[in-house]
């Protein structure tokens, strides 16, 4: 430490420069250091959805969450499996142990689902995410018709999933923007029951007729040469004019084959489920957003390219359709709150140390000093936690308002006993050096 000292007394043009060097590279750190709340807590949890439409929840529990706990509960390094089954739709959480290379773990858990077998027909596939719908969303927001505007805000599900969350699911640093509200489209299928009897069948037979036709079968296999090719019957994509079409039974009447077709004993007409749940904002009718971000991401980066995207679609095709979109919780709004006020106390902290060391010292050069060491100090510090992929919190700021007071303390001590030296007849390379080395280096 006193060569370290003797060098900085000596050679004070290289101690310009490294200062120097450290602001530039200081303030080139701080763009590049995300800015959020509080600091990442990588949270080592995977978690499997699987949606299967119109199921209950006990037959999603029985038929999917089991199974997949079974399969996925003997994988390595996992600790806990959670499970969620609620109507149409079935959500498996698995948490690992501190440390676990999540990567590695997300390779071998799409291994297991694609061995998994016997999940119901009518189900989808699994899907696996990586942030947790329990996470925190960084903003919510919500679509509702504008003033005067009549619209039916349950009719707009497959608008929001093409107009809305695709291009919102794009912007750099989301991880996922989810949706409640609305209602999808649907066939209804309105059985006239007399005429149901005239033509002699049931209803299972009609409701076996129309699985039939829009189940995915396998159809044998085709060998050529050495490889084998496995055939699928595609499944039917209705719509009212097809699914009128539907033959339920052929009949022979007057020597003639007869086809009774679905229009022949039902209404078919396209229209929307009925809404499971619903969402208001300020009394009207709304459909809902959260949106989470990817790890280690710039908030207010990615808040700023989402409010970008949202003004855009508020000025375009939102405004079209007599829509607005709006962003109701905002998390940049309470970072810039907490970050301004730790940054404020740092700047407090910084003015008052001055002023006490100006009116005890009375003498400009020893406070300056200070004055310089406190920037230069906070500055260099971002270089450090760029470098260890920290991010910009309430935490690490009051670290470094801390940080600033040991700063001061420091050279308030070594400044007070420069100046006993200088005093007392040394001269003043020899104080600077003696000084510093009996607080730094006894």
């Known amino acids: 430490m006193s060569s370290l000292i003797r060098g900085a007394i000596t050679h004070p043009i290289a101690v310009l420069a490294i200062v120097l060097t450290m602001i530039l590279f200081g303030l080139a750190s701080l763009q590049t250091i995300p800015i959020q709340m509080t600091p990442d807590i990588d949270k080592p949890v995977l978690q499997v959805r699987v949606s299967w439409p119109g199921a209950s929840p006990k037959d999603v529990e029985q038929e999917i969450v089991l199974r997949l706990e079974r399969e996925l509960t003997s994988l390595p390094g996992v600790k806990s499996v959670e499970s969620d089954s609620r109507r149409g739709r079935a959500r498996v959480t698995l948490t690992y142990g501190v440390g676990q290379d999540m990567d590695a773990a997300l390779v071998k858990l799409l291994g297991q689902l694609a061995r998994v077998s016997g999940l119901p027909k009518g189900s989808k596939s699994p899907e696996v995410r990586t942030s947790n719908s329990e996470d925190s969303p960084i903003a919510r927001m919500a679509l509702v018709a504008k003033d005067g505007v009549d619209i039916d ?64 079968v396998t159809a044998g296999e085709v060998t050529e040469g050495n490889r084998s090719f496995t055939l699928r019957t595609e499944a039917i994509s209705y ?35 009925t809404p499971d749940s619903f969402r208001r904002l300020n009394g009207m009718p709304a459909i809902t957003f959260a949106v989470l971000r990817e790890p280690a991401t710039n908030v207010v980066t990615t808040l700023a390219g989402l409010k970008q995207k949202v003004n855009a679609l508020n000025a375009g095709i939102l405004a079209e359709r ?28 910084g003015i008052l140390a001055i002023a006490v060391l100006l009116t005890f010292l009375r003498a400009l050069a020893p406070t300056a000093i200070v004055m310089i060491a406190i920037p230069v100090s906070i500055i260099s510090t971002f270089v450090v936690i760029a470098g260890l992929g920290l991010s910009i919190n309430v935490i690490s700021l009051a670290g470094l308002a801390f940080a600033v007071g040991m700063v001061v303390d420091a050279s308030i001590v070594s400044l007070e006993n420069i100046y006993r030296l200088k005093q007392s007849g040394v001269r003043a390379l020899q104080a600077a050096y003696w000084g510093a080395r009996k607080v730094w280096a006894p």
């Not at 969350?165 to 750099?172: A, H, T």
């Not at 539907?246 to 007409?269: P, Q, Y």
């Not at 709006?326 to 740092?346: F, K």
Request: aromatic share 6%; no cysteine; net charge negative.
């Open 153 to 216: 805000i349950d009719t707009l599900s497959e608008f929001v999933d093409t107009v809305i969350l695709e291009p919102l699911n794009r912007i750099s640093g989301i991880s996922e923007v989810t949706s409640w509200g609305g209602a999808k489209r649907e066939i209804r299928i309105a059985l006239d029951m007399d005429q149901v009897a005239d033509f002699g069948l049931s209803v299972a037979e009609i409701v076996d007729a129309i699985k039939a036709s829009s189940a995915q």
């Open 322 to 349: 007599g829509l607005d979109l709006r962003i109701v919780y905002d998390e940049t709004v309470y970072i810039g709150t907490a970050l301004e006020l730790v940054r404020g106390n740092i700047l407090i902290g």
């Open 239 to 273: 719509t009212p004019d097809t699914a009128k079409e539907l033959v339920l039974r052929t009949e022979v009447r007057d020597g003639r084959i007869f086809n009774v077709k679905l229009s022949d004993v039902a209404n078919v007409e396209l229209g929307y489920k």
